[in-house]
């Protein structure tokens, strides 16, 4: 996997910081409470996933582990549908989006996430079984 991940990681986490403060200084007067509590939903979930996205990298440095590729392609992928779909769904007042078809967009990058992390735990399962 070399440092695919971590690079993505990076990235995520550049993503996360920027949403972060975007939020805090920027929307925080132009949005409703409820809005503003979806921003930051989204933003905390992106930065918990950041974290699980190095940790990929850091497990599969010694080599190609499919659950493991699984499990950040899945984190990846439910970063930019749950984070991404809450972030265009908290400000769709300021934008004007017609974002009622993001509504089911949501739980789907959540499942994605959660498929994930049960990925990591088949990961570590199939090593356990290998150390044995």
């Not at 499990?71 to 934008?95: D, K, N, P, Q, V």
Request: a positive charge; proline letters at 3%; hydrophobic letters at 55%.
């Amino acid at each position: 996997m070399k440092s695919r991940f971590l690079f993505i990681a990076a990235l995520c986490g550049a993503g996360a910081v920027a949403a972060g403060a975007f939020g805090a200084h920027s929307l925080k007067a132009l949005l409703e409470p409820d809005s503003l509590a979806a921003w930051e939903t989204a933003v905390r979930y992106h930065f918990f996933h950041v974290f699980a996205l190095a940790l990929v990298h850091l497990l599969g440095r010694d080599g190609r582990h499919r659950p493991l590729a699984r499990a950040g392609w899945l984190f990846l992928a439910g970063i930019c549908l749950f984070s991404g779909s809450l972030y265009l769904l908290s400000t769709r007042s300021l934008t004007g989006l017609s974002a009622g078809w993001l509504g089911p967009v949501t739980p789907l990058g959540g499942l994605l996430m959660i498929a994930g992390w049960l990925q990591l735990a088949v990961f570590a399962l199939h090593r356990k079984s290998n150390e044995s």
